[in-house]
């Protein structure tokens, strides 16, 4: 069988070696290239997929990808690998994340997101993982289309109320956000899943972000920034 990963963004739980052989452990990275790599992965019988959400235990283990999300893909088998985000996790500061991620853009920091998949990328390689999947839940979309971008090894996306543009945040009002940030294009199936009217990431954007993709896209009868997954993005998943 050829395994297929999907990655969780959020922490770093270290596995060396081989990934897939070892219990799950929970390891700061001493990676040069993100100041505080994090990963949990945790191994099934299925295929792999990588969780972008926030950190990587709040994922797995309380919920924060919200309700069924992380149950309906443990019900289907599939092992899972979950990063810590910039700014969250080992790496979060005193600020909430997303105006952590402001001020790192304000200062110059324009290889923010760029650190976060290199490092991803590095830990694809120990681990020996050459044919994934990415999930990302809000503004783990966006690092999740950003990290499919870098690494061909991403064979399809599934974004759920997927940011898309970070000027549409409310966070990064009054601010101009570098044209180097616009989220770039993906080439590989993804499926994008966002609420009719959702005012916390745009659904106009997303919506548009989606067609020039050539994405499934899926406007649910929902005003709220909410995925309402019900196993849908496990079945599509299962099925690319």
């Not at 290199?118 to 993982?129: A, G």
């Amino acid at each position: 069988m050829k395994y297929l990963a999907v990655l969780l963004l959020a922490g770093c739980v270290g596995c060396k070696e081989d990934g897939f052989e070892m219990p799950i452990e929970q390891t700061q990275s001493s990676s040069a290239a993100h100041e505080a790599g994090h990963y949990v992965f945790k191994k099934d019988t299925g295929p792999v997929v990588m969780l972008f959400g926030n950190d990587a235990e709040s994922m797995l283990y309380h919920g924060g990808l919200g309700p069924n999300v992380v149950e309906s893909l443990e019900a289907k088998h599939f092992s899972l690998l979950a990063f810590d985000l910039p700014c969250h996790g080992f790496d979060k500061e005193s600020i909430p994340p997303l105006d952590c991620w402001r001020r790192r853009i304000e200062a110059g920091d324009a290889d923010l997101f760029k650190r976060f998949c290199t490092y991803m990328s590095e830990t694809l390689t120990d681990l020996r993982l050459d044919n994934v999947m990415v999930l990302g839940l809000s503004r783990g979309g966006y690092v999740a289309a950003t990290c499919a971008a870098q690494d061909s090894r991403i064979r399809a996306a599934a974004l759920l109320i997927p940011v898309t543009d970070l000027q549409m945040l409310a966070e990064f009002r009054g601010f101009t956000v570098p044209g180097s940030f616009a989220l770039p294009s993906i080439s590989i199936p993804t499926y994008l899943r966002i609420g009719h009217a959702d005012g916390r990431v745009d659904t106009a954007s997303a919506v548009a972000y989606g067609a020039r993709i050539g994405a499934t896209v899926v406007v649910m009868d929902t005003p709220d920034h909410d995925a309402h997954e019900e196993g849908q993005t496990a079945e599509w998943l299962m099925l690319h």
